[in-house]
T-cell receptor, first 114, second 115 residues
Framework: AQSVTQPDIHITVSEGASLELRCNYSYGATPYLFWYVQSPGQGLQLLLKYFSGDTLVQGIKGFEAEFKRSQSSFNLRKPSVHWSDAAEYFCAVGASTGFQKLVFGTGTRLLVSP | DAGVIQSPRHEVTEMGQEVTLRCKPISGHNSLFWYRQTMMRGLELLIYFNNNVPIDDSGMPEDRFSAKMPNASFSTLKIQPSEPRDSAVYFC?????????????FGEGSRLTVL
């Protein structure tokens, strides 16, 4: 079974600074990987996804993530953070075989300081 | 296009009362998932359906919880009787991409408070 670890519970970044949120997964084959964002009082919105091909994927709101098989990682990055990016970010992994059931990490809460 | 629609958005009830949460998935999606989110436990998958059939309900906490999907456009999650520890945000999500990648589309959630 697949699993996801997000080692950072909270991260604070200054507005305009770069951001990297960490995600490590465990799965025996090539996984399907996702990053979701949750603003307060809202549901989860898909930022980006990786299925195959180019290991650097672009998403909405200027986010990107890179799949590194050797490190079992799928870290989320943004070159310049805006105050509106303050939210909770969830990494999720799906199996590439069998019926789909996403497993979510525990989330990283991003705080943006002025 | 309409997304996943959940109701009610907020529910406050007293311990022992029955609670029914409702979900309308995105039209054409064939999988539906119920999640519960709490500060302590994060996002937990309670149950999911494929083509209206429950596939895995191992996440349902106990017999007080039940879920149904009578047709492709409607699902309910029922708690009877409710307890304070059931207080959480309950999310419904649907999926239906032909590549079967598991991408989920979430509703805005139902925030349940049991007093």
């Amino acid at each position: 079974a697949q699993s996801v670890t997000q080692p950072d519970i909270h991260i604070t970044v200054s507005e305009g600074a770069s951001l990297e949120l960490r995600c490590n997964y465990s799965y025996g084959a090539t996984p399907y990987l996702f990053w979701y964002v949750q603003s307060p009082g809202q549901g989860l919105q898909l930022l980006l996804k990786y299925f195959s091909g180019d290991t650097l994927v672009q998403g909405i709101k200027g986010f990107e993530a890179e799949f590194k098989r050797s490190q079992s990682s799928f870290n989320l990055r943004k070159p310049s953070v805006h105050w509106s990016d303050a939210a909770e970010y969830f990494c999720a992994v799906g199996a590439s075989t069998g019926f789909q059931k996403l497993v979510f990490g525990t989330g990283t809460r991003l705080l943006v300081s002025p | 296009d309409a997304g996943v629609i959940q109701s009610p958005r907020h529910e406050v009830t007293e311990m022992g009362q029955e609670v029914t949460l409702r979900c309308k998935p995105i039209s054409g999606h064939n999988s539906l998932f119920w999640y519960r989110q709490t500060m302590m436990r994060g996002l937990e998958l309670l149950i999911y359906f494929n083509n209206n059939v429950p596939i895995d309900d191992s996440g349902m906490p106990e017999d007080r919880f039940s879920a149904k999907m009578p047709n492709a456009s409607f699902s309910t999650l029922k708690i009877q009787p409710s307890e304070p520890r059931d207080s959480a945000v309950y999310f419904c999500a649907s999926s239906g991409d032909r590549a079967n990648t598991g991408e989920l589309f979430f509703g805005e959630g139902s925030r349940l408070t049991v007093l």
